[in-house]
C-alpha cells in the first residue's frame, strides 16, 4: 500500500510505501529537490502550503495556529518541537503563523492562539486552544490516532 506525502520543501506530492514510515522514513527523500521527505520537527507552513498538505497528504497533520508577539505560542513552541519527534513519521507537525497568514487562520476560523487542529485526510478531527505541554499535545493526537 502506499500513502502520498508532501515534500516539506517544494511541496512535490510523493508516494511512498506504507511500511517505508515504519523502517526506512529517515532516508526518503523527496525526488524533485532532494530535500527529506519526512523531517522529525515542526514545518513552517503559509496558507498555499497548509492548503496543499490538507488536500493531498494521507498522513494526519497536527498544525499549530501561533504569532510570534504570543507569549503562550513562545512558551508552547519547545514542547510542540519535541511532539513533532516523537510523532515522525506518522503525523506531521506544521505551523502557521496566523500574524504573517490571517487569511489562512480565518479561512480555518481560528479564534484564539495558540490553536492546535488535528486534521486527517482533508478533515478537522479534533481541535484545542491553549497553550499545551508535550505529554498533552501527546494525549491529544493519541486520543484520535493511537499515537
Do not use: Y
Not at 80 to 108: I, N, S
Amino acid at each position: 500500500m502506499h500513502v502520498h506525502v508532501v515534500c516539506p520543501q517544494c511541496g512535490t506530492v510523493n508516494r511512498l510505501v506504507e511500511t517505508k514510515l515504519d523502517t526506512h522514513w529517515r532516508e526518503a527523500r523527496c525526488p524533485s529537490c532532494r530535500g527529506p521527505l519526512l523531517p522529525d520537527h515542526p514545518i513552517s507552513v503559509d496558507g498555499e502550503g497548509l492548503a496543499r498538505h490538507v488536500e493531498r497528504s494521507d498522513l494526519p497533520l497536527l498544525v499549530d495556529f501561533w504569532a510570534p508577539w504570543c507569549g503562550p505560542c513562545r512558551m508552547m513552541a519547545p514542547a510542540f518541537q519535541e511532539a513533532a519527534a516523537m510523532l515522525a513519521p506518522k503525523v506531521r507537525l506544521l505551523k502557521l503563523d496566523t500574524e504573517a497568514h490571517p487569511e489562512a487562520g480565518a479561512r480555518w476560523g481560528v479564534r484564539s492562539i495558540p490553536t492546535l487542529a488535528l486534521i486527517d485526510r482533508g478533515r478537522e478531527v479534533a481541535r484545542q486552544a491553549g497553550a499545551m505541554s508535550t505529554p498533552q499535545i501527546l494525549r491529544f493526537v493519541g486520543e484520535k490516532f493511537g499515537a
